[in-house]
């Protein structure tokens, strides 16, 4: 990693500074020690059996994958660079397992969450801050297609779409994951397993329909399309070529990280030796003075943030209102794809789940974030109008809480939420289409009459509508509600925190009082210096 030394450095001199002036520095620790294990993900997706875990074990060099899998034990797995270990995450435990095991056989999704797969190999280690993401197809269940989604997008660079070349085509659920990924403005590479299988013509024609077809779907023009050849031994030499430059992407991702991170971290150090540098040469009835002001102030500012948080409440049960309508609205317009589906006896699971991800997705888009950004802004705002900038300990406090709510909080929304709404519909959908089709499918049976079937059909349909409805309507308020008292419980952490400095400063000036002012002298230029130093932790990687 590039610039992994440089940021060590930064953080562990942060941490000198918290430590002399007995700052919290807990979690500036903890960032810096994860930053030996950064990675970012590369998602592999595609239908079932196009040859994703033949693709992956070519790239490490070692048939580490199982191949002879069915949609029943398909396992999201994750590989990475590492000092070969293995860790199979069951529902109820982790199991440390030896390299010499792999691959494993016989793990089902039902009872294994996730297998991850530290390796020691050459080209992984080219790729150090990649983590290879193998997902089972998405024709084998749902919840993988969300999970797809909610669990790996947050810390993804790119995601590699592999398409067998027997079948080049994007089936409907293919098209509808990329069409999420086109939200969030997410690369997508795509790689043709079985390349052998066309001659030079043929496998042209391929990669050029399928960069349209995939270029179409997410906007995107240069969408880069790999070979793999599996004829004797596989040639993965493009693909290689794909993860090599996400790796030399995953530089400015870090920078960015954990650049956001140094800024928050620095900010309650900036604020105390803001604080008694300004006020060092105060008798000790100013302090006093100051004192009271600091906390007069601070509790005005928590009576507006309050009046503020509960306004937002109301308007996002508005919001959950509206979704709810956007969901039953859609799924009412699909009756009669679901009840000619319910009535040939097919599988509607898939085509409901991705009715409800889409209508929840653009209601979230249109009703939800617009008023969050609105939300943070204006309590951006509020402070700004009620106290002048030329004062000194609020215009620290709004500092701290503007740095802490950026616009990018708005932006977190859709996927945070959608995590929360996949998760808890997934099966619960799953359950309610089940239990209704199967008692329509046994009234079915005994009824000869059409017209009646097609009632009980019909009547399947709406239940199933109400029924999804319902359930989705439950998660989204749940999600939503808990990503609000996310928002607010950082909110009140910063103003805490800010006042814990600003108080702890105005101690610690009482304190300087009664050393002689030569030393006084001294103390305060070390302020100034470090301040300096914690300065420029706060403008790191802004433009």
Do not use: W
């Amino acid at each position: 990693m590039k610039y992994l030394d440089e940021y060590k450095e930064k953080f562990q001199k942060l941490i000198e500074i918290q430590k002399k002036y007995d700052i919290p520095y807990e979690e500036t620790q903890e960032i810096l020690e994860s930053m030996d294990t950064y990675r970012v993900n590369t998602p592999v997706v595609g239908n079932f059996s196009t040859g994703k875990s033949s693709m992956i074990n070519a790239v490490i060099g070692k048939p580490l994958l199982s191949v002879e899998i069915t949609p029943e034990t398909a396992v999201p797995t994750e590989v990475y660079y590492g000092n070969n270990k293995v860790y199979q995450y069951d529902k109820k435990c982790v199991i440390e397992r030896k390299i010499e095991e792999l691959p494993l056989k016989g793990l089902t999704i039902q009872t294994t969450n996730l297998v991850k797969i530290e390796y020691d190999s050459e080209f992984l280690k080219q790729i150090k801050s990649v983590n290879i993401v193998d997902l089972p197809g998405f024709d084998t269940s749902i919840e993988l297609h969300n999970r797809a989604i909610d669990q790996y997008l947050p810390n993804s660079l790119a995601y590699l779409l592999v398409v067998s070349s027997d079948e080049p085509v994007l089936k409907e659920s293919i098209s509808d994951f990329l069409k999420e990924l086109r939200v969030y403005n997410m690369p997508v590479y795509v790689v043709i397993t079985k390349s052998h299988r066309l001659d030079d013509d043929e496998l042209e024609e391929c990669k050029a329909l399928l960069k349209k077809l995939v270029g179409r779907i997410i906007g995107q023009d240069d969408v880069k399309v790999a070979c793999v050849d599996s004829y004797g031994r596989v040639n993965v030499d493009e693909l290689k070529e794909i993860l090599i430059e996400i790796q030399g992407k995953t530089d400015q991702i870090f920078v960015n990280k954990y650049s956001e991170h140094l800024r928050n971290c620095s900010k309650y150090a900036e604020v105390y030796l803001i604080e008694r540098i300004d006020k060092a040469c105060l008798s000790t009835s100013r302090l006093e003075q100051e004192k009271e002001k600091t906390e007069k102030k601070i509790q005005e500012l928590t009576l507006e943030i309050d009046r503020e948080k509960h306004n937002f409440q109301r308007q996002a049960k508005v919001c959950i209102n509206s979704i709810r309508e956007h969901v039953k609205g859609d799924l009412e317009s699909s009756l009669p794809t679901i009840s000619a589906m319910l009535e040939n006896g097919n599988d509607i699971t898939d085509k409901v789940n991705s009715i409800v991800r889409r209508s929840v997705r653009v209601g979230i888009n249109t009703e939800f974030e617009p008023k969050l950004k609105k939300y943070v802004n204006h309590i951006s705002e509020m402070i700004t109008i009620q106290f002048p900038d030329d004062d000194e300990i609020i215009r620290n406090v709004k500092a701290a809480v503007n740095q802490s709510i950026p616009e990018e909080v708005a932006k977190s929304a859709l996927p945070v939420v959608l995590a929360g709404v996949g998760f808890a519909i997934a099966n619960p959908i799953a359950a309610a289409v089940g239990a209704i089709v199967g008692i329509t499918a046994d009234t079915l049976h005994n009824i000869k009459n059409n017209r009646k079937k097609q009632l009980e059909i019909d009547k399947a349909a709406n239940d199933i509508v109400n029924e999804v409805t319902r359930q989705t309507t439950d998660s989204i308020e749940l999600a939503i509600n808990n990503y609000i008292s996310k928002i607010n419980q950082k909110i009140e952490q910063d103003v805490m925190k800010q006042r814990e400095m600003l108080q702890k400063s105005l101690r610690d000036i009482e304190t300087d009082i009664s050393i002689e002012e030569n030393n006084r002298i001294v103390q305060t230029e070390n302020l100034e210096a470090d301040l300096k130093v914690v300065e420029a932790f706060r403008m790191d990687n802004l433009s």
